[in-house]
T-cell receptor, first 114, second 110 residues
Framework: DGGITQSPKYLFRKEGQNVTLSCEQN?????MYWYRQDPGQGLRLIYY???????QKGDIAEGYSVSREKKESFPLTVTSAQKNPTAFYLC?????????????FGPGTRLTVL | AQRVTQPEKLLSVFKGAPVELKCNYS??????LFWYVQYSRQRLQLLLR??SRESIKGFTADLNKGETSFHLKKPFAQEEDSAMYYC????????????FGGGTRLMVKP
């Protein structure tokens, strides 16, 4: 266990506020990902980064933003523009070549908008 | 576009019974398929991948390109198999992203 951590475990936000979720990994992985997990919908990709200082939108990027200033860190900001932000957020990282696909997942952050 | 479908949201079986979690995919090329598992209060983790042709914790999965399926099977379910299972596909698109199915919750009753 360990290697990739997310904080906080639970997060509460008032409507209209931005909030940032932390994701850190010490696995020396180049690629990092943010997913949103909703019941019955599986995991949906929000953003991903294959290398430092570069990131790409996933399938549901609207209302979210990310940065990748360091290899170890890939924070996700949920902005007030996100219409339905209450969800479980998972961060993942992947090492090796692009064709090696074991993604290692963090423990997740549950965001609740009050 | 790539798509993964898990038709059953919930599958309930008795201990010792065979179990099959269904996964169907849509992809025009040759995909790589994976099963991920999330046990209660644990993080999501890789269970097995089709290219390895391995059996993990008694589970196997065969890629059937004709039926575009990758069903997960175990001949005798155990209570500790109760978990959320996700089928995932990696195509050969930009970024080689994984696409996940909606997940199936497996409950193994004593």
């Amino acid at each position: 266990d360990g290697g990739i951590t997310q904080s906080p475990k639970y997060l509460f936000r008032k409507e209209g506020q931005n909030v940032t979720l932390s994701c850190e990994q010490n696995l020396n992985h180049d690629a990092m990902y943010w997913y949103r997990q909703d019941p019955g919908q599986g995991l949906r990709l929000i953003y991903y980064s294959q290398i430092v200082n570069d990131f790409q939108k996933g399938d549901i990027a609207e209302g979210y933003s990310v940065s990748r200033e360091k290899k170890e860190s890939f924070p996700l900001t949920v902005t007030s523009a996100q219409k339905n932000p209450t969800a479980f957020y998972l961060c993942a990282s992947k090492g090796g070549s692009l064709t090696t696909d074991t993604q290692y997942f963090g423990p997740g952050t549950r965001l609740t908008v009050l | 576009a790539q798509r993964v479908t898990q038709p059953e949201k919930l599958l309930s079986v008795f201990k010792g019974a065979p179990v099959e979690l269904k996964c169907n995919y849509s992809y025009s090329g040759s995909p790589e398929l994976f099963w991920y598992v999330q046990y209660s209060r644990q993080r999501l983790q890789l269970l097995l991948r089709h290219i390895s042709r391995e059996s993990i914790k008694g589970f196997t999965a065969d890629l059937n390109k004709g039926e575009t399926s990758f069903h997960l099977k175990k001949p005798f379910a155990q209570e500790e198999d109760s978990a959320m299972y996700y089928c995932a596909l990696r195509g050969h698109n930009a970024g080689n992203m994984l696409t996940f199915g909606g997940g199936t919750r497996l409950m193994v009753k004593p």
